[in-house]
């Protein structure tokens, strides 16, 4: 009895599911950039003053600064990407177009290296090349979904968006909550809040969940307690 054709349940095959993983993780690790270094700058500024106002210009500039950061380095990052992808598929695009057989031969040798006896590999390229010719060869050789290039303009946005939604919590905890439990219940949220985005990115990654949440929160708390002891010591001798 043969097995069913098609991917297992619950495992994302389709190049879109792939591209919405990539998007969702990207967001996690935004949020958590702007959740660890936001609440560090506060909880520094924190342990040198308890003046609110302080505390406000320091987290809201370190706020706005990040997020212009992210979103400056995403679309930098991320246009270079696609310039060198659209790059390589012209020039696939020519050489399939001045010399088939030659790029048929090159796509059939690719299929060859991965397992298949030469037969079943020319008559596999054979196929793929009078299907989608350009599709075939840019993800054999590119590793290139020519329908998936992503925009430039589209992932600075989404960091930026989600470093600021990650960096309004620690800025507004501190800033809402009494002077006297400021700085705990700030750590408390922060530490609640890297558990889910550590969680959340292993969930995305098919990796072990207890073991990213306490990496992610270790490292969160780490970041606020040197910064927290840095500003204390500042604010003694200034």
Do not use: C
């Not at 702007?34 to 302080?54: E, F, K, N, Y």
């Not at 246009?79 to 010399?99: H, M, N, P, W, Y």
């Not at 969160?220 to 001798?237: D, E, Q």
């Amino acid at each position: 009895m043969s097995a069913a054709v098609g991917p297992h349940e619950g495992e994302p095959h389709e190049e879109s599911s792939r591209s919405r993983l990539n998007w969702l993780r990207a967001g996690v690790l935004g949020a958590n950039d702007g959740i660890v270094s936001t609440a560090g700058i506060v909880m520094g500024v924190a342990g040198a003053t308890t003046d609110r106002s302080a505390i406000t210009i320091a987290g809201v500039a370190g706020l706005v600064a990040g997020a212009m950061s992210m979103a400056a380095g995403e679309y930098v990052s991320v246009s270079t990407q696609r310039d060198s992808e659209l790059a390589l598929l012209d020039k696939e695009r020519r050489e399939l177009r001045d010399d088939p057989q030659d790029e048929l031969a090159e796509l059939a040798g690719l299929y060859v290296d991965k397992g298949l006896d030469e037969e079943l590999a020319v008559e596999v390229a054979r196929q793929l090349t009078a299907y989608d010719a350009l599709g075939a060869h840019a993800e054999a050789e590119l590793g290139i979904d020519p329908d998936e290039i992503t925009s430039a303009w589209n992932a600075a946005l989404a960091s930026m968006v989600s470093f600021t939604l990650g960096a309004l919590l620690p800025l507004l905890t501190i800033l809402l909550v009494a002077q006297g439990a400021r700085v705990g219940v700030t750590v408390g949220a922060v530490a609640v809040a890297l558990a889910l985005t550590g969680w959340a990115s292993a969930r995305l990654g098919y990796g072990p969940a207890g073991r990213a949440v306490v990496r992610n929160v270790a490292g969160g708390l780490f970041a606020m307690g040197v910064t927290y002891l840095i500003g204390s010591l500042l604010g003694t001798h200034l």
